[in-house]
């Protein structure tokens, strides 16, 4: 053992994901905390739904937006809202329509009768955390405008460009039972996404603890039980560090090798884009940083997979008809690809 050591000197310096006492390079404790609060702080009105919560933490530390489908009534807006009280950010909320516009959602030019000027009122996307509540029901013309905002994270409109304050996330839902009225999203748009988060029903224990909070809380506004538990400046700050959580070559090799193989499954019509293989790697680096550890071990890059994955990859129409899902076809291609060690 000893000359295992003198014949590798790197090895006393390498943390083992099993030893709880290594130390870490990037001083992750404080972010850790932060998280934990701001999980504790949504339980209180949020039941059942810790994955949800994790999900949104870790898009927001990977500066990504998140896709949030599921049935109505299940608390998807009701999240959003307190996501962003507990954040001390600003917030809006966007209704989408079959009749909205591209300036109902970026803003207008008005004419100035004192100056005779043009003035730019800035509208509802000028905020930090951006609820769009149905996405799906607004047409082409007014999801083009978001292609811009979410991926540079400004608005130009009348030739000039308006930036963003910073942190900007796009928090959209949409009901995926409900056909009558929508449009389909474009895949393009889809891939902005840094997640798509499918929230099912609470379980039946899960629904008598949310009966019985409501009852508690006799008619007060959840957001009235949320306190603010991170700022601005905190979240910059944490976002930079998980930035520089550590990525070993054979991690980067294994991501790259599961998103290279959902472009030539037989079970798949369209594979993940390096934007993809991106948002993994971040989402791995995020969910590293929360559990307290600056490297990043295989089940981080697991645990992206799914969310990161199920909206960009489409099966083909066989398939599809045999009640096949993504995430059926993600775990084959998992259990394909050797888990580096």
Do not use: C, W
């Not at 800035?122 to 149905?134: A, W």
Request: negative net charge; charged residues 25%; without cysteine.
């Amino acid at each position: 053992m000893e000359n295992e050591a003198i014949n590798n000197p790197e090895s006393e310096n390498t943390p083992d994901s099993n030893d709880l006492n290594f130390d870490n390079r990037i001083q992750l404790s404080e972010l850790k905390n932060s998280v934990d609060a701001i999980k504790s702080e949504l339980r209180k009105v949020i039941v059942g739904q810790d994955n949800f919560l994790e999900l949104l933490i870790v898009a927001l530390l990977a500066d990504g937006h998140v896709l949030i489908e599921g049935v109505p009534g299940i608390a998807k807006t009701v999240t959003a809202k307190l996501f962003a009280k507990v954040l001390k950010t600003d917030f809006s909320r966007i209704q989408f329509t079959p009749d909205l516009m591209p300036s109902d959602v970026l803003g207008t030019s008005v004419l100035n009768m004192k100056s005779s000027e043009f003035d730019f009122k800035q509208g509802p996307i000028f905020s930090n955390i951006v609820l769009i509540d149905e996405i799906n029901r607004a047409p082409a013309k007014t999801q083009a405008a978001l292609f811009e905002t979410m991926e540079e994270r400004q608005a130009t409109i009348d030739g000039r460009t308006y930036k963003f304050k910073d942190p900007f996330m796009v928090l959209a839902t949409q009901n995926p039972i409900e056909q009558e009225g929508t449009y389909a999203l474009p895949e393009a748009q889809l891939d902005r996404f840094i997640f798509k988060i499918k929230v099912d029903y609470p379980s039946l224990e899960e629904e008598v603890k949310i009966i019985a909070s409501h009852h508690e809380r006799k008619g007060e506004a959840p957001q009235a039980a949320i306190n603010p538990v991170l700022d601005v400046a905190s979240l910059a700050d944490y976002k930079s560090k998980t930035q520089l959580v550590v990525v070993e070559p054979k991690i980067i090799q294994y991501i790259a090798e599961i998103v290279s193989k959902t472009r030539n499954h037989p079970h798949l019509y369209l594979g993940g884009s390096p934007r993809a293989s991106i948002s993994i790697l971040n989402t791995a680096k995020a969910f590293a940083a929360i559990n307290g550890r600056d490297f990043v071990i295989p089940e981080d890059v697991k645990k992206s997979l799914n969310p990161v994955l199920n909206h960009r990859i489409i099966l083909t129409p066989e398939r599809e008809m045999e009640g096949m899902s993504t995430e059926n076809v993600i775990d084959m291609i998992v259990q394909s690809v050797e888990v580096p060690r």
